[in-house]
């Protein structure tokens, strides 16, 4: 990309690699430089978190803000009755609205911490796109919205094309999600003045169609941005871990768990993560991100405490990092481990190793643990575990043990007060 950005926020996406693509980089570096920008994210309440794979995108609102505009958080109360079909694979199980409801309030908690919301010209709007949504009336929909959609375009998208060509199917539900999505542009505009919309690089097709219904509708000049499909250097997608999603709630995935994740990163990743994820300056994420050998590792702990302060805070980052000091340096138990507190009832006359592994998270089933054992990666207060069979109680348990899978995941357990 040749394009040089006069606006701050364009400068930033490029500098620190968010930049996919842009559907007019000149009109939007205008606007930009014009005034504030409102620009929204839409995010589907799949689940009760939002988990590291929506960090980008969530690091784009907070730099949207940062460089003198409004960022829009948009749940998807009523987008996600119908699911994102997008480069899936098959249809999204169907939730009810009382469990997208319980899973909006979760996914809310994250934002306040990237984001200011207040009644300033840059503060952060919370919506939820039901609001227009629910009550639609399917003729008058079909009527005004539906006759401005080509099914022969809507076919030629990427995330349509590659679901069909597996000659999997796509219902027609489904096959609605984009002119939703699209309408929702239009409204934003309508109601909020929202210029751009920006989203990672599989939602191109869905932002390209709102552009289109918003020129068609109300004959305004609207911009979409997107973000890289991150995977990891060694090709997983980002924002999974062995244990599954690394998830944004604090009540998911302990902070100890969420800063252990970014240490982990590994050599290839860190420069570029520190760009996307932190505010270091650009030259400093560099200069970290070219180290080598035994000092990458430091490289790694200024990752993982930046990532960790702006979620978490500043307490919970330096908690993590003398809890990884003690477990791994020191050999000690550490206080900020992720804990399971086993009740008298759980304890019953003994629980078996087996059993607190799973419980301790280190592993899914109980064959995953006994595997565990059986190949030395289990230890018991840093001692390998050798007994598959072994039982504890109460006398066992009387000061709190510590479970280790690896040389890098560890859990305490004790008994409840």
Not at 126 to 147: H, P, Q, S, T
Not at 292 to 311: D, H, M, P, Q, Y
Not at 341 to 357: E, P, T
Request: charged share 25%; hydrophobic share 40%; glycine share 8%.
């Amino acid at each position: 990309m040749t394009y040089h950005p006069k606006s701050e926020f364009m400068n930033v996406m490029m500098a620190r690699g968010f930049l996919a693509d842009c559907t007019d980089y000149q009109g939007l570096d205008e606007a930009l430089t014009a005034g504030v920008v409102p620009a929204y994210i839409g995010f589907d309440a799949t689940a009760k978190s939002l988990h590291v794979g929506s960090l980008i995108q969530i690091m784009m609102l907070r730099w949207l803000q940062k460089t003198g505009h409004k960022p829009i958080t948009l749940m998807g109360g009523g987008t996600t009755k119908v699911g994102d079909p997008s480069f899936r694979a098959d249809e999204r199980p169907l939730l009810t609205p009382d469990q997208i409801d319980a899973n909006i309030g979760g996914i809310k908690q994250v934002f306040a911490a990237y984001v200011d919301y207040d009644d300033s010209p840059t503060g952060a709007l919370m919506l939820n796109n039901a609001e227009w949504l629910d009550d639609l009336k399917y003729l008058d929909f079909l009527r005004d919205i539906g006759r401005h959609f080509s099914v022969n375009r809507m076919l030629s998208f990427e995330s349509v094309k590659s679901r069909l060509d597996r000659e999997q199917s796509l219902s027609f539900l489904e096959f609605n999600y984009m002119i939703l999505q699209a309408y929702d542009f239009l409204e934003l505009n309508r109601r909020y003045g929202c210029l751009l919309q920006m989203g990672g690089s599989d939602q191109w097709g869905n932002i390209v169609n709102g552009i289109d219904l918003t020129r068609r509708v109300l004959d305004h000049e609207i911009y979409g941005l997107t973000s890289p499909l991150l995977t990891t250097s060694d090709g997983k997608k980002m924002g999974k871990s062995q244990d599954g999603a690394v998830w944004l709630n604090a009540d998911m995935c302990a902070p100890y768990t969420f800063w252990q994740f970014w240490r982990n990163t590994t050599d290839a990743d860190t420069g570029r993560f520190l760009k996307l994820y932190t505010e270091l300056p650009v030259d400093e994420c560099e200069r970290l991100g070219a180290l080598e050998g035994s000092e990458i590792n430091a490289a790694k702990i200024i990752l993982a405490n930046e990532v960790t302060k702006l979620l978490h805070g500043a307490d919970a980052a330096a908690a993590a990092e003398a809890t990884a000091r003690e477990v791994f340096e020191k050999g000690g138990i550490g206080d900020d481990l992720p804990t399971v507190s086993l009740s008298a009832s759980d304890l019953g006359d003994g629980i078996s190793i087996v059993q607190l592994i799973v419980k301790a998270g280190l592993a899914k089933s109980g064959k995953e643990a006994k595997r565990l054992i059986a190949e030395n990666g289990a230890r018991l207060d840093d001692t390998p575990l050798t007994d598959a069979g072994l039982l504890l109680d109460a006398a066992a348990l009387a000061s709190p043990i510590k479970l280790s899978a690896g040389k890098k995941r560890h859990a305490l357990v004790k008994l409840a007060d």
